[in-house]
């Protein structure tokens, strides 16, 4: 489990209703709620007025408590000497609460944000920033007509854009599009983040993201108890197997990586690398007998074992030295994967299953989460999106309702075990409900057989006993972060050559 004191830190994700609870929460300690809008406005005053010129500028205010931070920004940037035009999403009587408080200390002229607003925001044209305060986090509906035309005018002149907590038209849990959504410089949000500030598209529509301080409790968070975080050394470096003093390469792992026919084995070999330069203390890869000659000719710490043409796996699963297993990349979708991936759950191993392994039960994704429920372990799954989707073709996405967020974590639960759903914002879903979305990967491991490398490197954590959630935050992260080391030209063999600075690294965070 996260530890508790890990409430304090950043990387926590609040959803849009968790969010309103510390609201709620601080707000029931006696902190008004008018106090908490004052600082989330002065927040963004201040974000604008260090990171931008002091331009003409237009704040964009909707009905909600979004738009009363937006008339505590207009008013703070305005004092300030900042020329500004304020524009509001229906009528000013209309607004209730802390924002017609916060809308009445505005003694400037209101233009009109709605059906007549459009043509009127030709203007628009003529300031050189926007405060998008119209709606947050919370966004129930499509945007279209006259706003959704407003949004689109703004992204085609190409301004800039400061986004209050989300960029309006972004689901705050999902990232998604609601019919159409501002393109922000950057953004302010308050307390914690949220999903949508980590996950594709409103990862991409954020731009630069700054967290503030507005005065919720962070006692709230224990009451609260989060499951989603952002991926962090935080959360995990407590459980990473480091090598004791007294140790050595049986007591740190045996892995086993299953290997494809001569054609398809750099898959394995790359898997195998990885396993062996995260710590594992001994790794071999088990081949067919034509394999052989490929892996000998480029293998020397890695071991060869092999079991036939016919891909019976029993004899090497009847040694209990080789306990952790890794089967699917460069396997084949075919009748012989399928076996040999039963055959692993079967004799209870600790396992990875990837790739070929998995699309192999595409139309019967039943068989494999029964043969991991018979297991008694909870094996890694590591699917990309098309793999995915094969074995849960009911959570595909479809129109802007799809959430990939309650996706892994449905998944998770369904299969019984640890769901990596890779992609630019990788999540890993536990069973239990826990989801941690990584943030760190670079685009460049959109590249062929980087998954191995991370099925590798998940290999060679469980292999060392790490438990398989904590083993895939491990993973992802030291793959990202070790892609980001290498930079720009990157190829999937260059990942695990990065992971001993990597390491180095994170060896001195607990020192």
């Given at each position: 489990?996260?530890?508790?004191?890990?409430?304090?830190?950043?990387?926590?994700?609040?959803?849009?209703?968790?969010?309103?609870?510390?609201?709620?929460?601080?707000?029931?300690?006696?902190?008004?709620?008018a106090?908490?809008?004052?600082?989330?406005?002065?927040?963004?005053?201040?974000?604008?007025?260090a990171?931008?010129?002091?331009?003409?500028?237009?704040?964009?205010c909707?009905?909600?408590?979004?738009?009363?931070?937006?008339?505590?920004a207009?008013?703070?940037?305005?004092?300030?000497?900042w020329?500004?035009?304020l524009?509001?999403?229906?009528?000013?009587?209309?607004?209730?609460?802390?924002?017609?408080?916060?809308?009445?200390?505005?003694?400037?002229?209101?233009?009109?944000l709605?059906?007549?607003?459009?043509?009127?925001?030709?203007?628009?044209k003529?300031?050189?920033?926007?405060?998008?305060?119209?709606?947050?986090?919370?966004?129930?509906?499509?945007?279209?007509?006259?706003?959704?035309?407003?949004?689109?005018?703004?992204?085609?002149?190409?301004?800039?854009?400061?986004?209050?907590?989300?960029?309006?038209?972004?689901?705050?849990?999902?990232g998604?599009?609601?019919?159409?959504?501002?393109?922000?410089?950057?953004?302010?949000t308050?307390?914690?983040?949220?999903?949508?500030?980590?996950?594709?598209?409103?990862?991409d529509?954020?731009g630069?993201?700054?967290?503030?301080?507005?005065?919720?409790?962070?006692?709230?968070?224990?009451?609260?108890?989060?499951?989603?975080?952002?991926?962090?050394?935080?959360?995990?470096?407590?459980?990473?197997?480091?090598?004791?003093?007294?140790?050595?390469?049986?007591?740190?792992?045996?892995?086993?990586?299953?290997?494809?026919?001569?054609?398809h084995?750099?898959?394995?070999?790359?898997?195998?690398l990885?396993?062996?330069?995260?710590?594992?203390?001994?790794?071999?890869?088990?081949?067919?007998?034509?394999?052989?000659?490929?892996?000998?000719?480029?293998?020397?710490?890695?071991?060869?074992?092999?079991?036939?043409?016919?891909?019976?796996?029993?004899g090497?699963?009847?040694?209990?030295?080789?306990?952790?297993?890794?089967?699917?990349p460069?396997?084949?979708?075919?009748?012989?994967?399928?076996?040999?991936?039963?055959?692993?759950?079967?004799?209870?191993?600790?396992?990875?299953?990837?790739?070929?392994?998995?699309?192999?039960?595409?139309?019967?994704?039943?068989?494999?989460?029964?043969?991991?429920?018979?297991?008694?372990?909870?094996?890694?799954?590591?699917?990309?999106?098309?793999?995915?989707?094969?074995?849960?073709p009911?959570?595909?996405?479809?129109s802007?309702?799809?959430?990939?967020?309650s996706?892994?974590?449905?998944?998770?639960?369904?299969?019984?075990?640890?769901?990596?759903?890779?992609?630019?914002?990788?999540?890993?879903?536990?069973?239990?409900?826990?989801l941690?979305?990584?943030?760190?990967?670079p685009?460049?491991?959109?590249?062929?057989?980087?998954?191995?490398?991370?099925?590798?490197l998940?290999?060679?954590?469980?292999?060392?006993?790490?438990?398989p959630?904590?083993?895939?935050?491990?993973?992802?992260?030291?793959?990202?972060?070790?892609?980001?080391?290498?930079?720009?030209?990157?190829?999937?063999?260059?990942?695990?050559?990065?992971?001993?600075?990597?390491?180095?690294?994170?060896?001195?965070?607990?020192?």
């Amino acid at each position: 489990m996260i530890d508790k004191s890990l409430y304090n830190a950043q990387h926590m994700l609040l959803t849009v209703q968790e969010m309103a609870r510390a609201d709620q929460i601080t707000i029931g300690a006696g902190i008004l709620g008018a106090d908490l809008m004052e600082a989330a406005g002065l927040s963004v005053a201040r974000h604008v007025m260090a990171r931008y010129d002091q331009v003409r500028t237009i704040v964009l205010c909707g009905p909600g408590n979004n738009g009363g931070d937006g008339f505590v920004a207009a008013r703070i940037l305005q004092e300030a000497g900042w020329d500004i035009t304020l524009a509001l999403l229906g009528d000013r009587k209309s607004l209730s609460g802390d924002a017609a408080l916060m809308a009445a200390k505005w003694d400037g002229q209101i233009e009109a944000l709605g059906p007549d607003g459009v043509k009127e925001h030709d203007a628009v044209k003529g300031h050189g920033l926007v405060v998008d305060a119209i709606f947050g986090a919370g966004l129930v509906r499509i945007i279209d007509g006259a706003v959704g035309a407003l949004i689109t005018k703004i992204n085609v002149l190409g301004l800039n854009v400061v986004a209050v907590d989300v960029p309006s038209g972004i689901d705050g849990n999902s990232g998604q599009i609601r019919g159409t959504a501002l393109k922000a410089t950057s953004t302010v949000t308050f307390f914690r983040k949220k999903p949508a500030h980590l996950l594709y598209p409103g990862k991409d529509y954020c731009g630069d993201i700054e967290v503030t301080d507005i005065g919720l409790l962070t006692r709230s968070l224990a009451e609260i108890s989060p499951k989603i975080f952002c991926n962090d050394p935080d959360l995990w470096l407590g459980q990473f197997p480091w090598a004791k003093a007294n140790a050595h390469k049986y007591n740190r792992g045996h892995g086993v990586v299953v290997s494809g026919g001569a054609r398809h084995s750099g898959a394995a070999r790359l898997a195998a690398l990885a396993a062996l330069r995260i710590g594992a203390g001994l790794v071999s890869v088990a081949c067919p007998d034509d394999a052989i000659l490929p892996h000998a000719a480029q293998l020397t710490a890695v071991m060869i074992k092999t079991f036939g043409a016919a891909g019976d796996l029993s004899g090497l699963l009847d040694d209990p030295r080789l306990a952790s297993w890794a089967i699917g990349p460069g396997c084949g979708v075919t009748e012989q994967t399928k076996s040999q991936v039963l055959a692993v759950l079967a004799a209870g191993r600790p396992c990875i299953i990837d790739a070929d392994g998995l699309s192999v039960f595409s139309g019967q994704p039943d068989r494999l989460f029964a043969a991991i429920k018979d297991s008694g372990i909870c094996p890694i799954l590591t699917p990309h999106a098309g793999e995915f989707f094969r074995l849960f073709p009911d959570l595909k996405e479809d129109s802007g309702d799809y959430d990939k967020l309650s996706a892994a974590k449905i998944a998770a639960k369904r299969a019984g075990a640890v769901i990596i759903f890779k992609g630019p914002d990788t999540i890993i879903a536990s069973p239990d409900g826990r989801l941690v979305i990584n943030d760190n990967a670079p685009p460049t491991l959109a590249t062929a057989g980087s998954g191995d490398v991370l099925t590798g490197l998940c290999l060679g954590l469980v292999a060392q006993g790490m438990a398989p959630f904590m083993a895939a935050c491990a993973a992802v992260w030291i793959h990202g972060a070790a892609a980001r080391a290498f930079g720009p030209g990157l190829i999937s063999e260059d990942i695990a050559g990065q992971i001993p600075d990597i390491l180095k690294n994170l060896s001195q965070i607990i020192r």
